[in-house]
């Protein structure tokens, strides 16, 4: 029956899908989509094709795959009267018309509310594979979902959903949980604030990035020697690698930033942003080790702010000017190039940051020898770019969305957005689409010469990436999800 729905999802996968956050291993925000709308409105229904109710807060970018739409946010609309309380939520909807088809909806994480903030939800972006999802939980847990809930039957190895859930009996519209791995029993991590990673499948192998970060004083790192990056065994959830760099020692606030994957040099590798402000290369792993959990082997790194004053958030936790980087972005993997933000924390530290550019075809310490080109940008940077047509595309919280020449570090053109800018700008159509926390939409023309072609208010602050597939454009405010379709 498994090998069936397999087989039945894979032969009705649409090949515009997006899987997983950025759509591929490169984390480049680039998307083949095109027919998309250039806006939409919600009050006059032009352009829509269906909306959907979240929570109160929402900070997942939605994926879609196979018929699905996952997206995670909060309880504050709860969907069943048998949970009801704060939790983190994972939606499944259906891609027609935005219905419930299951949910994964999790209490809270203890045992402060430092480990798992409260209305923070379920932050984590989904990645889908075949029938399976993989996703972090609110609670810092590795989990793989079944795609078609429980309404085809509880699947196993993992039974205990009642437990898990706090329920009494099972509903159709509960997730069918496959297997659990949680981190902070299997890998000794401490998550601060809310557990945040987007899952890069390759082959057999999951990598996660951890959330390892402070304690609740915000004194120092409370698990330094726990891992920041770590390699699953996908059909089982068993860990068989972890980075033993030391990132949990010089981590500022938290590993909120997912790895990559790409090629570089006749190296296939993985590129991860640590909590430290320094960019890793890792040999990706060709099957799971003898002996495990093994160490991930290190290719090359690059200290992105060498010159900062290095420490936790206490070294200059109320200096604006100086302290510590951090990497909170993902890093973008393109042409044997990897392009990354980074600066001082959003709430701690340094409001500096920039964008480099890293050669990836090198080895060892690429501080001072790989660095193609430094920009700086104009406040903190949560944004990963997007690059694409010998540009990069990037935003950043001081309300501002750039442009720059991909083989100089040269500036384009920069745009005023209005608002802090905590999502990803997407590049779709010819267009590039961003969101920000004062809730508009901003849709501009792709290329050299800017022009704005549309700036919609949703009313709501937007802190996810707008997702494209299949031809229409998914984007989630605060407080719902828009399906917006020319057809």
């Not at 480049?28 to 807060?57: C, H, K, Q, Y």
């Not at 060498?306 to 604006?320: E, F, L, Q, S, W």
């Not at 299949?470 to 057809?487: E, H, M």
């Amino acid at each position: 029956m498994r090998r069936l729905a397999f087989v039945l999802l894979a032969a009705t996968a649409l090949a515009n899908d997006c899987p997983q956050w950025g759509g591929h291993h490169s984390r480049n925000m680039v998307s083949p989509e095109t027919g998309l709308p250039e806006s939409f409105d919600l009050e006059s229904g032009r352009n829509i094709r269906w909306t959907a109710r979240l929570g109160a807060e929402t900070y997942c970018t939605p994926v879609v795959a196979s018929g699905r739409v996952l997206i995670g946010t909060n309880n504050e609309s709860p969907r069943d009267p048998r949970l009801a309380d704060d939790r983190g939520v994972l939606l499944c909807l259906d891609e027609k018309d935005g219905h419930l088809l299951w949910e994964l909806a999790l209490t809270k994480r203890g045992p402060t509310n430092y480990w798992d903030w409260p209305r923070s939800g379920h932050c984590s972006p989904a990645t889908v594979e075949g029938d399976r999802v993989y996703t972090v939980t609110n609670r810092g847990e590795v989990v793989c979902l079944d795609l078609n809930g429980l309404a085809n039957g509880n699947d196993g190895p993992f039974r205990d959903e009642k437990t898990l859930f706090g329920v009494a009996e099972l509903a159709p519209t509960d997730a069918d949980v496959l297997w659990i791995t949680d981190l902070t029993r299997e890998a000794g991590v401490r998550q601060h604030d809310a557990a945040h990673a987007s899952i890069l499948i390759d082959g057999p192998i999951l990598y996660v990035n951890t959330s390892n970060g402070l304690n609740d004083k915000h004194s120092a790192v409370e698990k330094p020697d726990a891992p920041s990056l770590v390699a699953l065994d996908k059909a089982t959830g068993r860990i068989i690698a972890r980075e033993e760099e030391g990132i949990g020692k010089g981590t500022f606030h938290c590993t909120w930033s997912s790895p990559s994957l790409g090629e570089a040099g006749g190296r296939r590798l993985v590129v991860f942003g640590g909590g430290d402000g320094v960019c890793y290369a890792f040999e990706a792993l060709r099957e799971a080790p003898a002996v495990a959990p093994a160490a991930l082997k290190l290719v090359w790194k690059c200290d992105c702010d060498p010159d900062a004053i290095k420490g936790t958030i206490t070294a200059a936790d109320r200096n604006r000017r100086e302290g510590s980087s951090t990497i909170k972005s993902m890093p973008v993997f393109v042409d044997g190039r990897v392009y990354v933000t980074y600066g001082g924390d959003l709430w701690w530290g340094k409001s500096r940051a920039w964008l480099k550019c890293l050669d990836a075809s090198k080895s060892g310490d690429l501080t001072r020898t790989g660095v193609l080109w430094t920009y700086p940008l104009h406040e903190h940077a949560l944004s990963t770019p997007a690059v694409k047509g010998g540009l990069v595309y990037v935003a950043d919280t001081g309300r501002t969305l750039h442009c720059v020449d991909a083989a100089t570090g040269e500036a384009v053109w920069t745009h005023d957005v209005g608002g802090e800018v905590w999502a990803s700008p997407l590049v779709a159509d010819g267009r590039i689409y961003l969101g920000t926390r004062k809730g508009r939409l901003w849709v501009l023309a792709e290329g050299r010469q800017k022009q704005v072609l549309a700036e919609i208010d949703l009313k709501s602050p937007i802190a996810a990436t707008v997702t494209a597939a299949n031809g229409t454009l998914y984007v989630a405010t605060n407080t719902q999800l828009i399906a917006a379709s020319k057809r």
